[in-house]
């Protein structure tokens, strides 16, 4: 008997057995039975040794020791209940891990006072009860607790989120991991910036307590991988987002540019975008300045090709050229150097100016004319042509079959104030003027002027002009005589050729020669006769006719005088001169 002491249990006689309660559990008793009489005790039997049964222990283990060993394992030591509490012999103990964060509990049992606690959640704080086992598990220790120790996070942080806030600039946000994959304090965020076009990688570090960074001076329009990883003891895995920086001006001019004339008002220009590295964007069109060099005009065009034609340029101008190339943004990027090209001449675009005629003779007139607009020369003037022609009717519709006729005239060097090249011209022009002689009296002229250059001849100049009236130069046409009779004849005649009637014809005057008796008689009749009954002539005489028109401003010459002979007649009779005798 462990505490050696000793109980006494009385019995009446009748009953031969005993129950004996309130032992020790597991403990080993001696039993000796004595019969008592009225007279006194009996010796007692020889003893018997019985254990009672084991029960499950009164106490807790003793002096438990927690510690952790890593992240996943913890380390228990202790002592086994006291002996007189133990009832029974320990077959095992029964170990409950609890951890605080979660409330899962691991369970394991063991037979030895120390053991490991493994496949624990990381940096989790857990509370650890202790049962001996003997027929059951005794009492529960009071917890320990102990937290495993840190290791890297298991999870990604969360709701990781990246925004372009500008072409050079983004901003990251995010949250911590999930609580159970933190694994322990974050210290830090290790976040890598890669630009996709380059490969290059900038890393950046922001505190555990960070939830926001702003990176700058980013390349605009560019892609970026962008990645974040928690950092306890180490790295954790990273959560990835991709983003692209808003588009910028580009920071280039574009390439290549060339430009071709096409005619004398048109170019064709050609050039290339910006290297990929400068256009910042998407190129969403060019900005063409067009810029006169000897014009004042300036003007711009806009393109979402990489060529153009500039129309509507003018003849014989210098242009300048410089291109921009524009994203999105409406931002204009830097022009390019100037590209320039001489465009060739065409011919002038305007008339020459304020043509008059003044008339100084009947047949002589002085036609004089400006030069066309400066601006309109569209080269360097050569020379001025000068066309005149006859219009005979009224309406200026009917124009002589003849052929024009047609003078060249070389522009004097004086014929501008200083220049014949319309870039250094100055103002005021000089007049120009031309001598025509041996015209057609009384006729209307059409006058045409062109201005002249290397290209091509301008717009005609149109002036009408009416000469004066001067007496016929020439005579009129097909004079005839028919002899009627002895004593009579008729004188047939037609106008001037048209070209020599010089005016209107007002009247002709017909001279007839008597040629017998040596006289002549005249006689006028209106311009619209032609022709003339003449009664008593002399009979079987030559007669002479001879014509000539005149108009309101004189007569003309005589035509050539044509002769006829009246018809014999019966004799007269005769005159008795003398009688002789």
């Not at 222990?57 to 890593?70: R, S």
């Not at 989120?161 to 999930?178: G, K, Q, Y």
């Not at 005021?428 to 009296?441: A, G, I, S, T």
């Not at 006729?443 to 009236?469: C, H, K, M, W």
């Amino acid at each position: 008997v462990p505490t050696n002491q000793t109980l006494t249990y009385e019995q009446e006689g009748q009953y031969m057995m005993l129950i004996i309660d309130l032992l020790h559990p597991n403990y080993d008793y001696e039993c000796s039975v004595g019969a008592v009489t009225v007279v006194g005790s009996g010796p007692l039997s020889e003893s018997l040794t019985i254990r009672t049964l084991p029960d499950i222990p009164v106490e807790a283990p003793q002096n438990i020791e927690i510690a952790a060993v890593d992240s996943n394992t913890l380390e228990l030591r202790w002592n086994p209940p006291p002996p007189d509490s133990q009832n029974g012999d320990i077959q095992h103990y029964l170990i409950n891990a609890t951890a605080a964060e979660s409330g899962e509990t691991a369970q394991l049992v063991s037979t030895v006072n120390t053991v490991r606690i493994s496949n624990l959640h990381p940096y989790y704080t857990y509370s650890v009860i202790l049962s001996a086992v003997t027929i059951g598990p005794g009492p529960y220790s009071s917890p320990v607790t102990a937290t495993t120790l840190e290791d890297v996070p298991s999870g990604t942080p969360q709701n990781f989120e990246a925004v372009a806030v500008s072409s050079s600039s983004i901003r990251l946000t995010w949250a911590e991991p999930r609580p159970e994959e933190q694994n322990g304090v974050i210290q830090a965020y290790y976040i890598t910036i890669t630009e996709l076009e380059t490969s290059s990688t900038t890393n950046f570090e922001a505190e555990g307590t960070d939830i926001l960074l702003i990176v700058n001076s980013l390349h605009p329009f560019y892609i970026y991988n962008c990645t974040i990883a928690a950092f306890t003891v180490g790295i954790g895995p990273a959560a990835y987002k991709s983003i692209q920086t808003l588009p910028d001006s580009p920071s280039d001019i574009p390439q290549n540019i060339s430009v071709e004339v096409i005619s004398a008002t048109s170019a064709l220009l050609t050039w290339e975008p910006p290297p990929p590295e400068h256009r910042n964007g998407i190129i969403d069109q060019y900005i063409i300045r067009v810029s006169g060099l000897d014009n004042n005009e300036d003007f711009e065009l806009r393109s979402n090709l990489t060529s153009t034609i500039v129309v509507d340029l003018h003849p014989f101008s210098q242009y300048k050229f410089t291109i921009a190339a524009q994203t999105s943004t409406q931002i204009t990027g830097p022009f390019s150097s100037s590209v320039v090209i001489q465009m060739p001449e065409a011919a002038p675009g305007a008339p020459v100016q304020n043509v008059t005629v003044i008339v100084e003779s009947p047949t002589t007139v002085v036609i004089s004319w400006y030069p066309p607009c400066v601006l309109e020369w569209n080269g360097i003037l050569t020379s001025y042509t000068v066309v005149y022609e006859l219009v005979t009717s009224v309406d200026l519709q009917d124009v002589p079959e003849t052929v024009p006729s047609t003078i060249s005239i070389p522009t004097p060097e004086n014929s501008l104030a200083n220049s014949q090249d319309p870039r250094i011209a100055s103002l005021p022009l000089k007049k120009e003027m031309v001598h025509l002689d041996d015209l057609e009296e009384s006729f209307t002229y059409r006058f045409i002027i062109f201005a002249e250059n290397n290209a091509g001849r301008s717009i005609e100049s149109i002036i009408f002009q009416d000469l004066p009236d001067a007496a016929p130069s020439g005579s009129p046409s097909e004079v005839i005589i028919t002899v009627l009779s002895s004593t009579s004849l008729l004188v047939a005649w037609q106008p001037p050729d048209k070209f020599e009637q010089n005016g209107i014809i007002t009247g002709y005057q017909i001279q007839v020669l008597l040629y017998q008796n040596e006289t002549s008689e005249m006689y006028n009749v209106s311009g619209r006769t032609l022709s003339l009954k003449l009664e008593g002539l002399p009979i079987y005489s030559i007669i002479g006719s001879r014509i000539s028109a005149h108009t309101a401003v004189g007569t003309g010459p005589y035509s050539t005088v044509i002769t006829a002979r009246t018809f014999e007649d019966v004799p007269s009779a005769p005159e008795i001169i003398q009688q002789v005798g």
